[in-house]
Each structure stands twice: as C-alpha cells, then as structure tokens.
C-alpha cells in the first residue's frame, strides 16, 4: 500500500478537495484526512489498472508497477485495503468536525457513487468493452462513447472530490452544483490531456511507457488528432474558469488548478 501511494504523482483529487473546502470557507487542513481518502481509491485504481487482467502495464510513477514488485495477490490485495482504508479516514474526517448523520452520510455516499459502478470502476468496464471498437463504429458514435466512459472513468471521482470538501465545509446545495459543474469541465479536460500525453508526452516525465495505442483503445487523440483533441481541452477549460465566477479570490486555486492540467507535461 504504501509503494504505491507514496510513489509521486500529481496530487490532484486531494487537491480538489482541500481547495474546494476552502472556497467554501472551511481551513484546508480541516479536510485533509478526505483528501487523503481520494488519493487512496485513485492509488487502488492504478494498481488494479496496470494488472496482466487490465492494461498489463509495468512501470508506474517511474517506478515498476505494484504488482512487478509484490506479485499479483498482493497488489489486488493492496488495491483492496487502500479502497477500504479510503473510507475509514472519509469517515474519521466528518466525525473530527462534528458533521452530522445526514452529512456524513452524503460525504460517504458521494465519494462510493464517484468509486463505483456508476463513476470510475463503471467507467474502466466501458473502456475495456471499447477496446478496438473506434475503428468499427462512426465518428459520432465513438465521440458519443468515449465521452460516456470518461465522464465516468476519470471525471466521476473528480466531481467527487470537490463534492466532498464542499460537504466537509457544510455547503450549500447551490455552491455544491456549481463546484460539480467546474468538475464536469476539468474532469473531461484532463483526460483529454492525459490521451494526447499518451502520444505526444515523454516517457521519462510521464512515468508510464504509454500503452493506448498498442491496447488498441479509443483515445481523444486517436479520434480527433492530437490538435483537435487539445483545442476541445482547452474550451473545457475556459467554460470550467466561468463556473467559479461566483466564488470570486476564493477559487483561486481551482482556477491554477483547470491550467495546469492542459498545461501539464507528465
């Protein structure tokens, strides 16, 4: 558990969460144990991700994958307990800050509904289903999927993250819907920076040898063009910096943070 977790990486749903907390006037540190909760479910998602079963993939992070290290056992097993454990501190969090059965209740329900069936682990099974299917279909109907299976696979725990810190800083439904909207932007975004990394990006800086193509799997940038794909990013973004008007200096870091992921080499 610990290999993987503490292996590097961008940090961004924790970051998510703490930033969200905060434009909504609760103190970051107030919510770390949350963010350290989504960082746990994204880490188990990679481990299981770069299985023999799944991509195959066996370097992560510049490091070799969880389970070259450990054996395949293991690294299901770890996968497993960090998904557990991500609950376990969700939960310590809510109760360190008196939130109330409803609330907690919401935080927990929102982070299993970013997790599971119908956000991120929904979202692996369409793009395992999805596998050389781009070429079979029309430009219409692979665009239509491969939005689906993103708006799932990657930007599902996104919303969650800044869902969850806005329940951590007891906020409104309104600010909640309107954090989720910035997510919806950013979350597709950052896929689509992630697709065109896969062809464009540097090995060495991204960590990961870059598998889509030979998986055969329908990607952004096999679709549109790595021009076109980074030109739909880029509107994403601008609509996702509209979202936060209402938040004002507040969203500060949000703001840097939609940037940064289209700017991002690695």
């Known amino acids: 558990m610990r290999y993987s977790l503490f292996a590097g990486g961008k940090r961004l749903r924790p970051t998510l969460v703490l930033s969200a907390a905060e434009c909504c006037g609760l103190n970051p540190r107030k919510a770390l144990k949350t963010a350290a909760s989504l960082e746990m479910i994204h880490t188990y998602s990679l481990i299981h991700d770069d299985l023999p079963a799944m991509d195959d993939d066996d370097l992560r992070r510049g490091k070799p994958t969880n389970h070259k290290v450990f054996g395949e056992a293991m690294a299901v097993l770890a996968g497993d307990a960090l998904l557990t454990k991500a609950f376990e501190s969700a939960a310590e969090n809510a109760a360190d800050l008196g939130l109330n059965g409803a609330r907690t209740a919401e935080l927990v329900r929102l982070v299993a509904f970013g997790a599971g069936a119908e956000g991120m682990v929904g979202g692996q099974v369409a793009d395992l289903a999805a596998e050389g299917l781009g070429r079979k279909m029309s430009k219409a109907a692979a665009a239509r999927t491969l939005e689906a299976v993103h708006r799932r696979k990657t930007g599902a725990l996104i919303i969650a993250s800044l869902d969850a810190g806005a ?71 601008e609509a996702a910096h509209a979202h936060l008007k209402s938040f004002g200096t507040r969203a500060s870091v949000l703001h840097e943070l939609a940037d940064y992921i289209i700017e991002r080499d690695k």
């Open 167 to 237: 329940v951590l800083a007891r906020a409104p439904q309104a600010r909640r819907a309107t954090l989720r909207r910035y997510g919806r932007c950013v979350g597709l975004a950052f896929q689509i920076a992630d697709d065109v990394l896969d062809v464009v990006g540097d090995k060495k800086k991204l960590g990961k040898r870059g598998s889509d193509r030979e998986n055969g799997k329908l990607t952004y940038a096999s679709l549109y063009g790595v021009d076109a794909a980074r030109g739909k990013a880029r509107a994403l973004v």
